[in-house]
């Protein structure tokens, strides 16, 4: 459960009050379930005192904060436990937002965005789909899918190369035993011939 604490709950602004520079919205299930305007800066944590209380208990007391910035928000990590999740990268130090980041406290997955004026259009698969193809890099899941394949045909060759040695390593003990019989030795020139 995430609560967000307001100084008013009137939806007006008031000449102290800051206008709305970007909303952290909360997904469930990859579905929003709420959202938050953001003024100035915000405290997350479990801490009633924090501005957006997230009560999950891998969420640290005091876990992050926005902070706004030359008209961006930057995250930062508070020193919590389990560390704040940008894109799926563990961030260590103050990193700036860009519009559609996803951030992840604990088991709770928030995504910040600027360039929405009602959040709950979030929700459609298009919003998501249009990041551009520089930002994308920064996401885990193609880049772990490259990094697979990679590794799959890495191990893959590693194997076929010991498979290979342990032929011809049993090849040669062959001929040793057979010693000067035709057998063994056509199967030391056959299974040198592969290499």
Known sequence: MVRYISDEDSEELTLQEPEIRAYLVLLSNGRVSHSFPLRGEVNLGRDRENSIVVSDQKVSRHHAKLSLAHNTFILQDEGSANGTYLNGVLIKQPTR???????????????????????????????????????????????????????????????????????????????????????????????????
């Open 97 to 195: 937002l860009k519009d559609k980041d996803r951030i992840g406290i604990g088991d709770t997955d928030f995504l910040f965005t600027n360039s929405v004026v009602d959040p709950a259009t979030v929700d459609q698969p298009v919003f998501f789909e249009s990041k551009p193809v520089a930002a994308q890099s920064q996401l885990s899941s193609p880049l772990s899918v490259s990094i697979a394949n990679k590794n799959t045909w890495f191990i893959l060759g590693c194997m076929s190369l010991t498979i290979l040695g342990l032929l011809v390593a049993l090849a040669a003990l062959l001929g040793m035993f057979v010693g000067r019989s035709q057998v063994g030795g056509w199967l030391i020139i056959y299974f040198m011939g592969f290499l």
